[in-house]
DNA sequence: CTACGAGCTAGAGGCGGGTCTAGATCAAGC
DNA sequence: GCTTGATCTAGACCCGCCTCTAGCTCGTAG
């Protein structure tokens, strides 16, 4: 979870890896794949150097993926953009087929929690009074 | 999401698959591995019959996976389950722990759905007015 | 000038979590 | 008895997503 600080002058890549989270070898193996909207600038030395876009880009990945967005889709996303303007209605279609996809994630998620919360209630329960007998017992009947 | 309905009679491998939600083959493997609190019965002719409990078990399991918990978890919870009474406060920890870690998630993905909404707002807005310009354009300023 | 860490490429490897195959057996209906 | 479909086992295979290795280069500090 940690917050991407906005930045105005360009990065390497390990200052990117510690700003997104991401490791130098997913930056790498990112760009391979087509993840990023444009070709990544280089040094004279052929170092890469990423501009603020390309981090808050990154950035955006990095959301996308933790909520569930495999890679593929991210590539589209990005085939999109690259594309250039013209192609927002299909860009703003995924956007919101994954949101849709990240409501129904939490609501699992939730109905999880609450179903878990039980078990937890149960085993708390018998914990407490010591009377911690007939729950899960694989010989015996369920509590 | 399928409700898995309570269930009195040992059933077959495929009214099990049909009831958790698993594939047959999945059903296996979860054997295989160890992730059953006990021996699952079998007719003379070697085929399995679950009992009410197991399904119960499996419809845990379910939940637990949907909500993240790894294979590894799940097979150590079953191990204590199958060690009978006794380690019930280990048990509670280890669920307990997870439920932290569902509401972690929970959250992680709220962050994100709200922002991804406002790029959705932003895109919606953009296409309903045409002027679908200046959002990741590679060659051109973020907005 | 040298040393040393950070970065480079191409490609192999690994892990989690199943999925599928082959070839045999079981069980129910005709 | 025969066919058909569900199940059995062991083990190979696959997919998504990185992660690591080898062997090399860059660039900065001493």
């Avoid at 087509?34 to 880009?57: E, F, K, N, Q």
Wanted: aromatic letters at 4%; glycine letters at 10%; charged letters at 30%.
């Amino acid at each position: 979870m940690a917050m991407i600080e906005t930045v105005t002058e360009s990065l390497g890549i390990g200052e990117v890896a510690d700003r997104t989270g991401l490791s130098v070898h997913a930056l790498r193996f990112y760009e391979r794949e087509g993840l990023l909207i444009g070709p990544v600038h280089r040094t004279a030395g052929g170092r890469r150097r990423y501009s603020p876009t390309d981090v808050d880009w990154l950035g955006i990945c990095v959301r996308l993926r933790e909520s569930g967005m495999p890679l593929a889709e991210l590539k589209r996303f990005a085939e999109l953009v690259r594309q250039g303007p013209g192609n927002e209605p299909e860009r703003l279609r995924l956007l919101d087929a994954h949101q849709h996809r990240v409501e129904d994630q939490i609501r699992a998620l939730e109905e999880c929690r609450s179903i878990i919360a039980v078990k937890v209630g149960v085993y708390a329960e018998h914990v407490a009074r010591g009377t911690a007998a007939g729950l899960w017992d694989p010989t015996a009947t369920e509590g």
